[in-house]
């Protein structure tokens, strides 16, 4: 039998497991899995045919070698006719097992013996290309020029990665260029693949590259980047303040000496501080606030204090409510700028005296 006959042979197999695959009625997506399976079993079969075709056509020593295969090969593919066969046969006479109780189907809608014999000619279909392919390399394969073998040994696995051949004396001739510079000959060896290769990708990378920040500015480029950088600390700055401006309390608060602090404690002593204690703090209602004596304590802690919560059995409301802690601070840190100053009409001294 020639070799053509064996792949109609297995062509010849297809029909008979698509009568197995339609026995029963499955489901939509089973009958995709099979339709799928059949396709690569006609494709894989197809293309044994063409490589046969090629490789009888070109080179005789492989049609005498099937030739001598296709005694075996026939013989394999008549098993399996007669076997498919016989498991169609037996499975459309008798009908009435179905009724019992049936082992589960590994695809739905198709039984077990379908999937073995589909599976079975994908894999030999496979078989064959994989032969088919080690013949063809073996017909095909170029004797090589031999280096020294301690050399071939040391150095093969470079060779490899570049992509170059150890030559010899008697070898050196076929690719010499005829450039003679100086006693060098030069000689044509190409440049390795990973070189070529890695010049290709930088070349695509740079102009990737331009493109995308410096054409269409699609992305920020490293001075934009330093300006978004620096932008989002000086957030991150304002809001590391404001959250620890709130933080404070009357354990915590220090004197402000900053003169914008100062400022804003003043604006805040004179719209609501000014009616009690004067717009000098010397006192009117309220205490004298220029000397060394305190009813409620002297120090920037006492102050904010007592700012914060109020002295409401003495008419003075709690102030918690209407200034933040960073304002209370402020308003606290100009309260002790008046001490030593000399308002126009101060009040007698009430409270403690103060160590200055």
């Known amino acids: 039998m020639r070799p053509l006959r064996i792949l109609l042979s297995v062509l010849l197999l297809i029909p008979a497991i698509t009568v197995m695959a339609q026995e029963k009625a499955p489901s939509s997506a089973s009958n995709i899995v099979v339709i799928v399976l059949i396709s690569v079993a006609a494709i894989l079969a197809f293309v044994i045919l063409l490589m046969a ?125 005829g450039h003679n ?38 992305a920020p480029n490293q001075i934009r980047e330093l300006e978004i950088a620096n932008a989002k600390a000086e957030e991150q700055i304002k809001a590391y303040m404001a959250n620890s401006a709130n933080k404070i309390d009357e354990n915590t608060v220090t004197i402000l000496s900053d003169a914008t602090d100062i400022n804003e404690g003043k604006k805040i002593f004179t719209s609501v501080c000014a009616a009690c204690h004067g717009t000098d703090g010397g006192g009117i209602v309220g205490p004298n606030l220029t000397d060394n004596y305190w009813l409620h304590g002297g120090t920037i802690n006492d102050i904010f204090k007592t700012i914060k919560y109020g002295v409401p059995e003495k008419g003075m409301k709690s102030w918690k409510d209407d200034y933040t802690p960073k304002q209370i601070a402020q308003l606290s840190s100009f309260i002790t700028t008046l001490k030593g100053t000399k308002p126009l009409n101060p009040k007698e001294p009430q409270g403690d005296l103060m160590a200055p």
């Open 53 to 177: 075709k090629v490789m009888m056509s070109g080179y005789p020593r492989f049609k005498k070698r099937m030739e001598e295969t296709s005694k075996q090969g026939a013989a394999v593919i008549t098993l399996l006719l007669l076997l498919s066969s016989t498991s169609v046969s037996a499975q459309d006479g008798a009908p009435a097992m179905e009724t019992a109780a049936t082992t589960s189907e590994w695809i739905t809608g198709l039984s077990n013996t379908a999937t073995i014999f589909i599976t079975l000619i994908i894999a030999l279909e496979l078989i064959i290309i994989f032969y088919m392919a080690s013949v063809f390399r073996s017909f095909t394969r170029i004797q090589k020029v031999k280096a020294p073998a301690r050399a071939r040994k040391k150095f093969a696995w470079l060779e490899k990665l570049n992509n170059t051949k150890s030559v010899d004396a008697s070898s050196e001739a076929s690719i010499n260029l």
């Open 181 to 218: 510079y100086d006693g060098i000959e030069e000689l044509d060896n190409p440049t390795p693949p990973w070189w070529q290769w890695g010049f290709i990708i930088s070349f695509i990378f740079g102009i990737v590259y331009l493109w995308i920040y410096f054409v269409a500015h699609s």
